[in-house]
Each structure stands twice: as C-alpha cells, then as structure tokens.
C-alpha cells in the first residue's frame, strides 16, 4: 500500500510522525481497520530524539522500495493495545517482535510455562498474513531470498517449543524470547551465525541514541 510506505518514512520524524499518525490511527479506526488504526497511534519516545531520525528515514525509504514478502524482514510492535513502546537498543526494548522469511511470518509467543511458536504463511492464511503485516512495523534484513527451504525453516521454529522462556536474553541456550528468536531465525535463514544476525540487528534497528 503507498500510503503506508510514505507514512513509514514520516512517522519517525519528531511531532510531524505524531500528528500524521494520529489523522491515519482516527481515519482508520473510522473506517473499521483497526490493525493499521492501532499501528498509526504507536508511539516511541526516542522518536522526539532527533538523532535517530536520519537511520529511520533511511530504513523507510529502504522498505519502500522492496516487498514484504520477499526476503527476510524484523516485526516490532507495542506489547499488547497499549500505544507506547521504549527503545534501549535492539533486544532490549519494549516491543514484541517476529520475524518475517520470505512471505511466512515467525511468532515466539505462549507463556513462561509453555513456550509456542505461530506459523502465519501468505499462500496458507492470507487473512491473518495480513493482518499481521497492518499490525506490526516492519523493517528490512535482507533484500534477497533465503536459500533455505521452508520446510527446514518451520522445523527449527518449531524445535523452541521445548525451550524455556526468559523475558531477558539469557547466555543459556535453552531460554528464549520473542527477541532472541527473532534474531536466530534470521540466522538460521540468512545461513549466518548468530553473532552475525544479532550485529546485523544492532546495525540496522535504531536504538535510543541514534
């Protein structure tokens, strides 16, 4: 939709993203799109910082000019309805994340007793595939298709469901979050180390001081 691509690059400009957002999140709750109203009215505080501004506007205009479903893409959005998210750094802020691989989005979700990974594909559940892409902000990994087949990428998402979930990132391997998954997905499918995905991240994702 360009609309939503132009709207990508003016959100993280300090008060005018804030004031088109809010015309977009009323227009479109108005109009009973309430995934792409909720998505307009989210806020982060660092955005007033101007510093971070010219890595977003960048990324934007980046992500306008590729497809969602092609390459390998990070989602964030604010933790449930709430309209305010914090950023620190990448992987250490206050946003849920999953990650998208060529047209099949990732989710680490559950609870801390039951770790559960969602698989959403765009040929398999249009409806909710999209849904997803209103909902979440999303930012461009990597531009080119992964070599890696979809059924090897469902299998390894699917191999966390016996890992424990930690809120933080742990050095242990056996606990995860919806962070430190995103990240080792995007390792897994770009045939990268995880210390590479998680610079990669770093490297890409703004964080509070630019």
């Known amino acids: ?39 307009s009215l989210e806020m982060d505080p660092a955005d007033l910082n101007p510093l971070r501004m010219p890595r ?6 980046v992500d306008a000019s590729h497809s969602l479903d092609k390459g390998i893409w990070i989602g964030k959005r604010t933790l449930g309805d709430q309209p305010f998210g914090l950023t620190f750094s990448p992987g250490a802020d206050g946003y ?3 990650i998208q ?15 559960e990974i969602h698989i959403i594909s765009k040929n398999e559940n249009p409806e909710q595939y999209n849904s ?12 080119k298709s992964s070599t890696v087949s979809e059924t090897t990428l ?9 890992s424990e979930y930690h809120v933080m990132m742990s050095a242990s391997g056996d606990k995860v979050n919806c962070q430190t998954f995103a990240s080792d997905m995007f390792a897994k499918g770009a045939c990268i180390t995880t210390r590479q995905a998680r ?12």
């Open 1 to 39: 939709m360009v609309e939503r691509r132009i709207f990508n690059v003016y959100k993280r400009i300090p008060l005018v993203g804030i004031a088109y957002g809010a015309a977009r999140g009323v227009a479109y709750g108005l109009a009973g799109d309430f995934d792409e109203a909720k998505y």
């Open 56 to 61: 977003n506007i960048m990324n934007g205009l």
């Open 96 to 98: 849920h994340w999953c």
């Open 101 to 115: 691989i060529d047209g099949v989005i990732y989710e680490l979700g559950g609870s801390k007793r039951q770790v």
């Open 132 to 143: 997803y892409c209103k909902r979440f902000s999303w930012t461009m990994l990597q531009g």
């Open 154 to 162: 469902y299998r390894y998402a699917k191999s966390f469901e016996s």
């Open 199 to 210: 610079a990669r991240i770093l490297a890409v994702l703004p964080n509070i001081l630019f």
